[in-house]
């Protein structure tokens, strides 16, 4: 609890680019949270290296990142938002954590077996205690509530396993956390293989919308969308291509399934395709404009990274000093 508000937290990765997937699945949800939780939004950057990076690369994606958190609606003055590097206590409670996780459970994750697959010359420690990290991410905030997209659902079991086992040992150091799963758009898939997620690391640009892609790209790909061979525009189980894209209308224009069944019945794919098209683009038009102007404001982004930065890291100063307490290391000498 922070001035009688619940704590939150969420985070996501400054690799690739951002998606659609990670914006109706997430960072949308993240927007209006602030008045009944107190909220921090991290920009994720440790768990970013457990793939290779270019530096520079890293950088300018990071810091675009934290702008497209304030861009998408996340007002810097009422939400925490900052580098996870910036604040130390994040790897330090991600070390005390590993000694309270088994590799069995590591071994379980699913995102660890799929990354290691695609990196298979670059399986490092990093990326399996990756879930780990995680857990010290949220556990740190004392979080209640963590609103993520479906696909994170394993990694917030394995945090909650964690600190019921060190609250066990130690006594009650760490809040619970909740998942927060929105209830449309938790997850979005791929154009060309609705079977598989969208994702920022998908090798072909046409399987992902890029928030930052414009208007007539993000056309084009719903044009090209992969459907079948059906025309009914129906949410049916065996018509994932049609599924996924009544999804993304529904979230985009706020329409529920029915309305959006409704309005385009009679109707064919292309027009249909067309209409998420153009609807996904005048959702994205006004974050593209306020992330421009932002770009244009080094001191006031600079500004919110340094205040932003101290904030956080006293709140998990107050943590990590307490874990530390109740596993035994000597107190500091002032
Ligand atoms: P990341 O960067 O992969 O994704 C960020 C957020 O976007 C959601 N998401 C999706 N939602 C719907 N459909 C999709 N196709 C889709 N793809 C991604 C994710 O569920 C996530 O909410 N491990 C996390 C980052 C992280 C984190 C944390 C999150 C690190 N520490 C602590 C919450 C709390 C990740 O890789 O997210």
């Avoid at 696909?151 to 394995?158: A, G, I, K, R, V």
């Avoid at 525009?233 to 959006?260: C, F, M, Q, W």
């Amino acid at each position: 609890m922070l001035d009688g508000k619940k704590m939150l937290f969420s985070g996501m990765q400054a690799t690739g680019n951002i998606t659609l997937g990670n914006y109706l699945g997430a960072l949308k949800n993240w927007v209006n949270l602030c008045d009944e939780y107190e909220c921090f939004y991290c920009v994720v950057d440790l768990h970013s290296i457990t793939v290779r990076q270019n530096p520079a690369e890293l950088r300018k994606r990071a810091r675009n990142l934290l702008m497209l958190y304030i861009a998408a609606g996340i007002d810097p003055e009422k939400n925490c938002l900052y580098y996870q590097s910036h604040v130390s206590g994040h790897a330090e409670l991600g070390w005390i954590l590993n000694c309270f996780t088994y590799m069995g459970e590591l071994n379980r994750m699913t995102q660890f077996k799929d990354k290691s697959a695609k990196h298979a010359d670059n399986i490092n420690g990093g990326l399996y205690t990756y879930p780990v990290l995680m857990a010290a991410d949220i556990l740190l905030f004392q979080s209640d509530v963590v609103p993520v997209g479906a696909d994170q659902m394993q990694h917030l079991e394995l945090t909650r396993d964690i600190a019921q086992r060190f609250n066990n040992v130690y006594g009650d150091v760490f809040t619970i956390p909740e998942a927060y799963v929105g209830k449309a758009g938790a997850r979005i898939m791929s154009l060309q293989d609705p079977t598989k997620k969208m994702s920022k690391s998908d090798e072909n640009p046409n399987a992902s919308i890029y928030i930052m892609d414009d208007r007539d790209t993000i056309i084009r790909k719903f044009k090209r969308a992969v459907t079948d061979s059906d025309t009914r525009i129906i949410y049916s189980e065996d018509k994932p291509g049609i599924r996924n894209l009544i999804d993304i209308y529904s979230v985009a224009s706020g329409k529920t399934i029915e309305e959006v069944e409704k309005e385009f019945d009679g109707k064919g794919y292309g027009d249909f395709k067309l209409a998420v098209g153009e609807t996904v683009a005048d959702v994205l038009e006004p974050i593209h404009k306020r992330f421009d102007e932002l770009s244009k404001d080094k001191a006031y982004v600079d500004g919110i990274i340094k205040a932003n930065a101290e904030k956080a890291g006293y709140i998990a100063n107050k943590t990590l000093r307490k874990v530390q307490k109740k596993v035994g290391f000597p107190e500091r000498i002032r």
